[in-house]
């Protein structure tokens, strides 16, 4: 069972968050302040953090800083409704951004692609994304295939029985 820290000062959406991922069996803590986050990061230590920009306290921003500094390389998913204001991504570690309003389908994917990535890891020992290969999405999200990427073979028409 994974441990998921949701932090946003909207109960609705903590309430969802909470409810959808013990859903899928995992140990769901709540946080509606960037100090609330951060207290609680440090007893629950979570394995991923969905975390929005905005809250009051210091913001999403002030919980990355705070944790980093302190050694803690845990993901952080921002869930934001302007991901352009994160500034450069890549300069951080463990981070990636959601917008806001953002799928069910798509948040899991997220979230299992960061588990996945970090499994096995101490928490200090866990290494960006970009070091590791990404689960797919789920199906619900994976293209058609083309024409190109359907069987050569079709399957063969059903038996035809005497009338």
Known sequence: MSRILVVDDIPA????????FEDFGHDVRIADT???????????RAEVILQDLNVPGGGGLHVYE????????VPIIFSTGKPETLGDLNAMKNVSALRK?????????????????????????????AQAAPPPPPAAL??????????????????????
């Open 142 to 163: 994976r293209p058609e295939p083309s024409q190109d990427e359907r069987p050569m073979n079709p399957p063969p028409p059903p038996p035809k029985f005497p009338r």
């Open 13 to 20: 959406i903590t309430d969802f968050s909470k409810e959808f």
């Open 66 to 73: 705070t944790l980093r500094a302190e050694g803690d390389m």
């Open 34 to 44: 960037a100090t609330g986050a951060i207290a609680t990061q440090r007893e629950f």
């Open 101 to 129: 309003p953002t799928h069910p389908d798509a948040l899991m994917a997220e979230v299992q692609k960061w588990l996945a990535a970090t499994a096995g890891q101490s928490p200090a020992a866990q290494q960006p994304a």
